[in-house]
Structures are given as structure tokens and as C-alpha cells.
């Protein structure tokens, strides 16, 4: 029996984390990795379960793997999906053999093992949970598997950029949201393990470590202290020598504290760019949301501002939330004005059961929803493109992360690319992995290297650049 793993991975950067350590947790337990999921004796789909919408682009990924299954092939579910919804994911997929929690991913060698030993039966009993419980029925948390999600990680790195999880699920109360009943409370990862999964992924060539966790400004709470995340990325410029970009997603408006703003600022390693989801701009929605008031977060913008003035920040909105009033939308409308983002997503509010907005009155239509977010990202491109166009001139550095050769479509949209000219694609500091702009430099450079260039062009999301 070969032993030959594909994994499909959904959802959020903290996902991708995920399946880079089911990854190697299975690469440790002497599988290998497969080219394409035909080629693959077990295929693991890691799953969302956050939003309607994330809910079907999953279980659809699942159907159309099941349908191409051969003889053999085991079709596992993991992730958020599972957690929410357990077996059912099986009723709805009856070609996957196994359903493992996205906390029990750890022991995924074992599953494998007990799903080949288990033929499915009739009653489908061949499901993580189960299998958990008869292994490690009754066993308290702090001896099951060696690891949690929360333990130290060895990681495969895939490229000069990496996501660096710090911890798992959330104590915060957001009306709108599932994930704490999906993750449970805040959990850190240990210090010593961070830097040393950190020092891991350098060692392998990777330049920015990008790290995410649901709310990454509560890192440390959990075990009593405070402001541990300004400690922790202190170390890690300290400590991890070869890293050259440190960069902070999902942290939480009412948890940046002034030493975090300072460290940001005194180090050169961690890039000046904050992903700082706000969810409104309006204070009535924003308090049936039980986010923080506008004010508080109006003044935390400014302190960063003023301690990083090039600072580049993302953040997300949502239009739509029960009850919003078109007048709620406009105060939106105006503090996106106001505070003039880098980077904005902007999301439908999506009705959630289990969720205290899931059962409120007053939603909004689809179409009012859909009408709002519109209007929302056209206020939000024409900044962007400023904001771009600002740019144009000045010197930035870009980590390269791919080469290629313009096509007809692209050379049409930017009369600065040429059809047939070899460019690289990179990122600046302004620019996450996956969610933000690139920049196109116009020469075939080294994959992984760290190039300065001088920015000839801009569109609403993306540069042009020249290398120096
Ligand atoms: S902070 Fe984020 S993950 Fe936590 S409850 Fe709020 S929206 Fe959900």
C-alpha cells in the first residue's frame, strides 16, 4: 500500500498553516506528498465552515473529488466544516470516508491507519469523532496526542513567504461570528515554539513570515499577561536571524497596545502594514456588532500613523448587518472616506445559525446587501487607486515570488507591460499574501530574492515597477 497524500486546502491563511502541518506530520510518518489528487492514495480536504458561502465552496470541492475517487482512494474531511457540522458532512458527501475535527488533525497518520483497518460500514461509523473517542475515550486533553494545534509545528516551507499560526480560536463576543463555537477560547502557542517553527521556516529560504492566528493581539492572554505579542515579535527580530520580514495580520482594534505600535516602529524587520478587520465605521452598528467604538479606534489609527506615517493598513467591512439603516451605511461610507485604508475587503453579512446576528430581526435583502457592498467598494477603489498612483516614482523593495511572460489581455489593460516581455510578480510591504495587490516588475529576477525597484505605474490594486 503506497502511502501517497494530496491535500486541498479552504478558507483562511490560518487553514493554510494547518495543512502545512498535516503535512508534515504525515511526511514524518512516512508519507509523501502527491502532484494532483489522482496520483494520491488519501486526499484531505481542509474545509471552512465559516460562511454560507465558504460551507459550499467546500462541500462542492468534496463532491467533485469524490466523483473522480478510484478504487482505494480514501477521501478525508477536515477542518472547520467538520468541527460545525461533524457527520453530517458525511450525509452530505457520502463519498468521504472519514471526518476528523480541526482540532484532531494532529493524530491524521492514526485516522489513516484506522480507516484502512475500518472498512466503511453500512452506518458510516468510520468518522473522526468516533474512531477519537474509542482511541482516546475519556483521556483528559493533556494526554491525548503528543501535540495540540497549539504545540510546536516542523513545517515544509512552500515558497519565501510563510503563515506562522500562534494561536487558535477566540474569546471575543462578535455578534456575527461562529468561529468561537467552531474553535473554542484563545489558545497560544508557546513562545520557545513559535521562534523555533519561525527558525525552521528560515532555515528553508523563507524571507517574511507572515503571522495569523483569529485574534493575533490576544496572543499571551491566556496565560495571564498582557502585551506579549509586542514581546514575542521583538524576539523574533532578535532571535530568528535571516528573517527579513515580520508581518501582523488579524489583530484586534481594541487590543494594539502603545508598546506594540513602538516595537512595530523600532524594528526593520517587521514591515509597516497592519490587518486590522473593523467590521463597521458606524457606532450603532458597530455596538449591536459587540465590536469597539469608532473612537477608541479612530485614536489607535492615528497613534500608528503617527508612529509609522508610511504605514500600509487592510481592513474588512461588512454592510448589511441586521438592522443597518441607510444612514448606518453612509456613516460606513464616510469613515472609509475619513480614514483613507490601503487595502479593504468588503463582505455581504452572511446569517449564521448558532450566532446571536443569526437570530436577530430586521435583516437586510440580498439585494440591499449587495447593492451596499457596491457602493462600498467603489468609495474604496478610487482611494485605492490614489493611493497606487502615489506611489509612482519612489523606490520599494519586493519580494519576488514568481516569473512569467505578459499575455495580450494584460498588455491591453496597462499600456506600460508588453505582450511577450518576461516580468516577475512580488509583493511590497504594502501587500499580504493572498489577499493584497502585487507588483509586476518588468525583468525575469530570482524567485525568493528581495529586489528594490522604482514603480513606473499603478492600477487600482496593483504596481508596475522597474528594477534598480
Ligand atoms: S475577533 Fe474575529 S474570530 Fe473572534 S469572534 Fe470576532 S470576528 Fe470572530
Same mark, same amino acid.
Given at each position: 500500500m503506497s502511502n501517497l497524500f494530496f491535500i486541498q486546502t479552504l478558507g483562511c491563511a490560518k487553514n493554510t498553516a494547518d495543512s502545512e502541518g498535516i503535512e508534515a506530520i504525515l511526511e514524518r510518518a512516512g508519507f509523501e506528498s502527491a502532484a494532483s489528487p489522482e496520483d494520491a492514495d488519501v486526499i484531505i480536504v481542509n474545509t471552512c465552515g465559516f460562511l454560507q458561502a465558504s460551507r459550499q465552496e467546500s462541500l462542492e470541492a468534496m463532491r467533485a473529488l469524490g466523483q473522480n475517487k478510484h478504487d482505494g482512494q480514501l477521501l478525508i474531511a477536515a477542518g472547520c466544516l467538520v468541527s =460545525?457540522?461533524? !457527520?453530517?458532512?458525511?450525509? $452530505?458527501?457520502p463519498s468521504v470516508d472519514g471526518v476528523i475535527d480541526a482540532g484532531r488533525w494532529l493524530a491524521m497518520p492514526r485516522f489513516i491507519e484506522y480507516l484502512r483497518a475500518h472498512e466503511q460500514t453500512a452506518n458510516g461509523k468510520a468518522d473522526g469523532e468516533t474512531w477519537f473517542e @474509542?482511541?482516546?475515550?475519556?483521556?483528559?486533553?493533556? $494526554?491525548?496526542?503528543?501535540?495540540?494545534? +497549539?504545540?510546536?509545528?516542523?513545517?515544509?516551507?512552500?515558497?519565501?513567504?510563510?503563515?506562522? *499560526?500562534?494561536?487558535?480560536?477566540c474569546d471575543r463576543p462578535c455578534a456575527f461570528c461562529i468561529i468561537p463555537a467552531i474553535k473554542g477560547g484563545h489558545r497560544s502557542k508557546p513562545m520557545?515554539? %513559535?521562534?523555533?517553527?519561525?527558525?525552521?521556516?528560515?532555515? !528553508?529560504?523563507? !524571507? #517574511?513570515? %507572515?503571522?495569523?492566528?483569529?485574534? +493575533? +493581539?490576544?496572543?499571551?492572554?491566556d496565560w495571564g499577561q498582557r502585551d506579549v505579542l509586542a514581546t514575542l515579535m521583538e524576539r523574533m527580530c532578535n532571535e530568528v536571524q535571516g528573517l527579513n520580514w515580520l508581518r501582523l495580520m488579524y489583530a484586534y482594534p481594541g487590543h494594539v497596545t502603545p508598546r506594540l505600535v513602538r516595537v512595530m516602529a523600532a524594528y526593520p524587520q517587521i514591515v509597516h502594514y497592519l490587518d486590522i478587520p473593523l467590521q463597521?465605521?458606524?457606532?450603532?452598528?458597530?455596538?449591536?456588532m459587540k465590536r469597539p467604538n469608532p473612537v477608541a479606534t479612530k485614536r489607535m489609527l492615528d497613534d500608528l500613523r503617527t508612529a509609522m506615517p508610511d504605514l500600509a493598513i487592510r481592513t474588512t467591512f461588512i454592510v448589511g448587518f441586521p438592522g443597518e439603516t441607510e444612514q448606518e451605511f453612509e456613516g460606513l461610507l464616510d469613515f472609509i472616506e475619513e480614514e483613507q485604508?490601503? =487595502?479593504?475587503?468588503?463582505? #455581504?453579512?452572511?446569517? #449564521?445559525?448558532? +450566532?446571536?446576528?443569526?437570530?436577530?430581526?430586521? !435583516?437586510?435583502?440580498? $439585494? %440591499? *446587501?449587495?447593492?451596499?457592498r457596491h457602493d462600498a467598494m467603489l468609495t474604496q477603489q478610487a482611494i485605492s487607486l490614489a493611493k497606487n498612483r502615489a506611489f509612482v516614482g519612489s523606490e520599494l523593495e519586493v519580494l519576488i515570488e514568481g516569473v512569467g511572460t505578459i499575455e495580450g489581455n494584460a498588455a491591453m489593460r496597462d499600456p506600460a507591460l508588453e505582450c511577450g516581455n518576461c516580468v516577475s510578480i512580488g509583493r511590497s510591504y504594502r501587500d499580504a499574501p493572498e489577499v493584497d495587490g502585487i507588483v509586476i516588475?518588468?525583468? @525575469?529576477?530570482?524567485?525568493? *530574492?528581495?529586489? *528594490?525597484v522604482r514603480v513606473t505605474s499603478a492600477s487600482e490594486y496593483d504596481l508596475i515597477a522597474d528594477p534598480i
Open positions: =460545525r457540522y461533524g !457527520q453530517d458532512v458525511k450525509h $452530505q458527501v @474509542e482511541a482516546y475515550i475519556n483521556l483528559p486533553r493533556s $494526554q491525548l496526542p503528543a501535540r495540540s494545534v +497549539t504545540d510546536y509545528m516542523p513545517r515544509h516551507a512552500h515558497g519565501p513567504s510563510a503563515f506562522l *499560526k500562534i494561536a487558535d480560536g520557545d515554539d %513559535v521562534i523555533a517553527e519561525a527558525r525552521d521556516l528560515v532555515a !528553508q529560504g523563507v !524571507q #517574511e513570515i %507572515v503571522l495569523v492566528a483569529q485574534d +493575533t +493581539t490576544a496572543y499571551g492572554w463597521h465605521g458606524d457606532g450603532r452598528v458597530l455596538h449591536r485604508f490601503d =487595502r479593504v475587503g468588503i463582505f #455581504e453579512f452572511s446569517r #449564521e445559525d448558532g +450566532t446571536p446576528a443569526g437570530a436577530m430581526e430586521h !435583516q437586510v435583502s440580498r $439585494q %440591499v *446587501k449587495a447593492r451596499r516588475v518588468q525583468n @525575469e529576477l530570482a524567485i525568493g *530574492k528581495l529586489v *528594490k
